[in-house]
């Protein structure tokens, strides 16, 4: 009777808990690698747009300084600005404001609040603007890190969006709507409550920086930013040159 010797098959052979260890390690490292890098790059967003908020805020005091005018208020910008062609050829009245009371109406075409992204960048004072795009961001107006992009207007009521102590003055409005007005669809409130505590006191509804449309906050009183609402509810007025 003949004998057999019996083989183990080493293709059928499992993970030993040595491998199996290695590679929930490995999986581990790169999740932790994936969130780690979605989280650099959401504090990135928030950081470059308030610089953009400041350098935006600059480039118009810097403007100023340059030509005793406001951009897009400016009377003669066709005969002062380098490179003025197309929209920046557009002059204001002169008044020392920017559109009054356009900062929540959206954008008048060819008005202040329309041609002072082009004077800035005829001046040399900002990048991002692109006049063969027409009226979207990254074209007429400049976008930010975040999402959406900006609007630039002069406010007279002292009651600008959710705020009922806003000051006058000239403000901007991020938001993602570059035809019109804002909506509250750019940001999520974390998002908001994030760009609001780099500028100002952290809070929808006062100091210079602010939501422009209900639903941002939490409705409570003293109102704070929703941050557990991940949706995007959320615009922001902030003022400059203060």
Same mark, same amino acid.
């Given at each position: 009777?003949?004998?057999?010797e019996i083989t183990a098959d080493k293709r059928q052979a499992g993970f030993t808990l040595v491998e199996l260890a290695v590679v929930m390690?490995?999986?581990?490292?790169?999740?932790?690698?994936?969130?780690?890098?979605?989280? &650099?790059?959401? %504090?990135?967003?928030?950081?470059?747009?308030?610089?953009?908020?400041?350098?935006?805020?600059?480039?118009?005091?810097?403007?100023?300084?340059?030509?005793?005018?406001?951009?897009?208020?400016?009377?003669?910008?066709?005969?002062?600005?380098?490179?003025?062609?197309?929209?920046?050829?557009?002059?204001?009245?002169? %008044?020392?404001?920017?559109?009054?009371?356009?900062?929540?109406?959206?954008?008048?075409?060819?008005?202040?609040?329309?041609?002072?992204?082009?004077?800035?960048?005829?001046?040399?004072?900002?990048?991002?603007?692109?006049? %063969?795009?027409?009226?979207?961001?990254?074209?007429?107006?400049?976008?930010?890190?975040?999402?959406?992009?900006?609007?630039?207007?002069?406010?007279?009521?002292?009651?600008?969006?959710? %705020?009922?102590?806003?000051r006058t003055g000239h403000y901007l409005v991020l938001h993602d709507n570059a035809g019109g007005a804002p909506a509250g669809t750019a &940001?999520?409130? &974390?998002?908001?409550?994030?760009?609001?505590?780099? &500028?100002?006191?952290?809070?929808?509804?006062?100091?210079?920086?602010?939501?422009?449309?209900?639903?941002?906050?939490?409705?409570?009183?003293?109102?704070?930013?929703?941050?557990?609402?991940?949706?995007?509810?959320?615009d922001l007025f902030l003022r400059f040159q203060n």
């Amino acid at each position: 009777m003949g004998t057999h010797e019996i083989t183990a098959d080493k293709r059928q052979a499992g993970f030993t808990l040595v491998e199996l260890a290695v590679v929930m390690i490995i999986i581990g490292l790169l999740i932790g690698g994936v969130l780690k890098g979605q989280e &650099l790059i959401a %504090n990135a967003q928030i950081t470059g747009t308030a610089s953009a908020v400041k350098s935006i805020d600059a480039a118009t005091t810097t403007f100023r300084d340059t030509y005793a005018a406001l951009p897009g208020d400016i009377t003669n910008p066709a005969a002062r600005l380098p490179n003025c062609v197309g929209v920046c050829n557009n002059p204001g009245d002169g %008044n020392t404001r920017i559109d009054t009371d356009a900062v929540d109406a959206g954008m008048t075409a060819n008005g202040e609040n329309h041609v002072f992204w082009s004077h800035l960048a005829a001046a040399d004072l900002i990048t991002g603007i692109d006049p %063969n795009l027409g009226v979207a961001f990254g074209g007429d107006y400049p976008s930010a890190p975040i999402a959406g992009g900006f609007h630039a207007g002069f406010d007279s009521t002292g009651v600008l969006g959710e %705020n009922p102590q806003s000051r006058t003055g000239h403000y901007l409005v991020l938001h993602d709507n570059a035809g019109g007005a804002p909506a509250g669809t750019a &940001l999520s409130a &974390l998002q908001a409550a994030r760009i609001d505590r780099k &500028l100002d006191d952290g809070a929808p509804t006062s100091g210079t920086v602010f939501e422009s449309v209900a639903g941002c906050d939490d409705g409570g009183a003293p109102a704070v930013y929703d941050e557990a609402n991940g949706g995007a509810v959320c615009d922001l007025f902030l003022r400059f040159q203060n």
